[in-house]
């Protein structure tokens, strides 16, 4: 990437230690009722390094790349863990960081997607393209707000244990926002579209966009005249896109090996029941139902070759996400999930593309089972906390009245505890779906993937 000499990287360590080089590329046009309100383009790249040293990380990181720089970051980190070494001496099992790529491992990525450069006009036409399209055919919608973000990583990673990978991961999304009003107060819903690849590689089946376009109209003018939703205990249907954010943020976040000392789920609890026998969960590395993820891994950063976790399989907990430390500590192998998405942070353990296995429960006959209850479609955000208590926001649903749709609702919430909600999942669809432009913000934001069917099940839903 930085035609940096490997060989003269790696004669410059003395301990277990990782290089990583990044170059982050980030451009975004924002589209206000068809007025470019945005337009920029930033790169931000640098270098960092990791060395362990007796039970203790030693870090640093530098923006310049050359190679004198690099030498530089590793003797800081070097020193950095001698420095921790002799202050906060810590008592661990020892740590022996294996050569998990296999030894000499040299691989590039293969992943077959658009690399051109992103064009400019290209893209705000395509933008006010669809502000014109929803301006003209759908006139009580006030304003039109597009924001494309084109993001692409370009990764070295460089290992003591003889690792070496080189990687590009690029992402397209489209968020549109939709703004009526009601009684003088704004009524809103949006939505993200797109994912792995350029511009052309998501954006190319115009009917198809079209569609999706209409479909969230729709939902805009039955939110215009929607109701509240009553709050307390409800059997409710969670759209695939609301139910894929669950299963990061509700499900994963407790079966990432760094929660175990204060999570529900202990290292014990391998091999028990902890949800119905309907689900399996799986973080998948790079491929998944034959084709590409949508943030394939295929080396983390630590330089593990990635592989599936299964975390749970019909019900039963099989194993939890790791990076190669915990791994070592809990007599396991790690699979490859310790991540990061900016040269000035050490990689944290992380999902990559974590999903709800589908089934073949179909979505209406799970409406057709509720007598009084929610179909909640479009989520906002989630958050889970160490007690395994989340919270989920809702902007775009329907009540479900005697097995049939009935209003829609206003923003509201659902909340819960994790293992109750395991518990409670009783239907899981066969219509698997992906979210566009999932982001998981454990420490810094990090691009992940996210995908379930639709699911039945009980939470606490917020409202009147």
């Not at 296995?357 to 989630?382: C, N, Q, R, W």
Request: some cysteine; proline content about 3%.
């Amino acid at each position: 990437m930085y035609g940096v000499n490997i060989d003269n990287i790696k004669s410059n360590f003395s301990k277990y230690t990782e290089v990583r080089i990044e170059k982050n590329s980030q451009y975004k046009i924002s589209i206000v009722n068809g007025i470019v309100m945005i337009n920029y383009k930033n790169i931000n790249s640098g270098v960092n390094a990791r060395v362990y040293d007796s039970g203790v990380w030693g870090f640093a990181a530098n923006w310049d790349v050359s190679e004198e720089s690099i030498q530089n970051v590793i003797r800081k980190a070097e020193s950095n863990a001698l420095f921790l070494k002799l202050k906060t001496p810590r008592k661990v099992e020892k740590f022996d960081p294996k050569p998990y790529c296999n030894d000499n491992f040299k691989r590039q990525s293969s992943l077959k997607v658009s690399q051109n450069v992103v064009n400019k006009k290209q893209c705000t036409d395509f933008g006010k393209n669809i502000c014109a399209y929803i301006k003209s055919k759908y006139r009580d919608i006030g304003n039109v707000i597009i924001d494309m973000l084109y993001e692409n990583t370009e990764k070295e990673i460089i290992c003591s244990d003889n690792t070496y990978w080189y990687g590009i991961l690029p992402r397209t999304t489209m968020n549109i926002s939709l703004i009526t009003e009601k009684d003088g107060k704004p009524i809103e819903i949006s939505k993200k579209f797109g994912g792995l690849g350029n511009i052309q590689d998501n954006f190319n089946e115009f009917d198809k966009l079209y569609k999706d376009i209409d479909v969230l109209c729709k939902y805009l003018i039955d939110k215009k005249n929607g109701v509240y939703a009553k709050s307390g205990e409800k059997q409710c249907v969670l759209s695939s896109y609301v139910s894929g954010l669950m299963a990061h943020e509700a499900i994963g976040h407790m079966l990432e090996a760094d929660t175990i000392m204060n999570g529900p789920f202990k290292f014990d609890s391998i091999g028990k029941k902890i949800a119905n026998s309907k689900l399996t969960l799986v973080d998948f590395a790079h491929t998944a139902f034959g084709k590409n993820c949508p943030i394939p891994i295929y080396v983390d950063d630590e330089g593990t070759k990635c592989e599936d976790v299964i975390a749970i399989e019909n019900g039963i907990l099989k194993e939890f996400m790791c990076n190669k430390e915990m791994a070592n500590v809990l007599g396991i192998k790690p699979k490859g999930n310790a991540r990061l998405e900016s040269f000035s942070n050490d990689p944290v353990i992380s999902m990559r593309n974590t999903c709800i296995m589908p089934s073949d429960d179909k979505v209406g006959d799970m409406i057709a089972s509720i007598e009084d209850g929610y179909y909640l479609i479009i989520p906002t955000s989630a958050q889970v906390d160490i007690n395994s208590q989340f919270i989920t926001g809702i902007k775009c649903g329907y009540e479900i009245k005697n097995g049939k749709i009935g209003s829609a609702i206003l923003n509201t919430s659902i909340s819960g505890d994790v293992k109750t909600f395991l518990n409670s999942i009783s239907m899981i669809g066969d219509d698997f779906k992906w979210l566009n432009g999932g982001i998981c913000t454990k420490k810094i934001q990090m691009r992940v993937g996210m995908g379930s069917p639709s699911i039945k099940c009980t939470v606490n839903i917020g409202g009147v």
